[in-house]
């Protein structure tokens, strides 16, 4: 599965947010997304990834996010 897969999959799931509003462009300000839920997010794609995100900074956009789980 890709990883923006996994991750409009997560933020439906998780945070109820229509997948049909999540693109790379996407910014985490503009689907709703707070600082708790990051986290959570955060969390939540370790575990379906399988990856150790460490301290991610910089990460505005779904975009930015994939690159960075991508890059892993």
Wanted: charged share 30%; net charge negative; hydrophobic share 40%.
């Amino acid at each position: 599965m890709a990883t923006i897969d996994t991750i409009t999959n997560i933020l439906q799931e998780n945070l109820d947010i229509d997948p049909s509003t999540v693109s790379e462009e996407s910014t985490f300000e503009s689907l709703g997304i707070d600082s708790l839920d990051m986290v959570e997010l955060i969390c939540d794609l370790e575990e379906a990834c399988e990856v150790d995100f460490g301290e991610p900074e910089g990460l505005d956009t779904v975009g930015n996010l994939v690159e960075y789980i991508d890059s892993l």
